[in-house]
C-alpha cells in the first residue's frame, strides 16, 4: 500500500467526494483495523443491495495478517 502513491493522479470527475488520495487513506485505515473494504460504482441506485447480491461487480479487498513475531 506505501508505494501505490507514486501511481496517484488526482482528477475531478464531479462525481465522486476526496480524491483518490483520500480513498487509498481510508483503504489503509480499514486494513489496520483488519477491516475488509468494498469498492463499488455509488453513482448506481440500489449499489449497496445490488453487490451483496452479486448483480453489479466490486471489488473486495481483504487485508493480510502479518505474522506475529516471536521476540
Known amino acids: 500500500m506505501n508505494s501505490i502513491g507514486q501511481y496517484i493522479e488526482e482528477k475531478e ?3 465522486g467526494t476526496g480524491g483518490m488520495t483520500s480513498k487509498i487513506n481510508a483503504i489503509k485505515i480499514c486494513f489496520e483495523k483488519d477491516i475488509t473494504v468494498y ?5 448506481k441506485q440500489n449499489f449497496i443491495e445490488d453487490s451483496l447480491n452479486g448483480t453489479i461487480p466490486f471489488t473486495k479487498l481483504i ?3 502479518k505474522p506475529e513475531s516471536n521476540n
Open 13 to 15: 470527475n464531479g462525481l
Open 39 to 43: 469498492i463499488v460504482n455509488g453513482s
Open 63 to 65: 487485508p493480510i495478517k
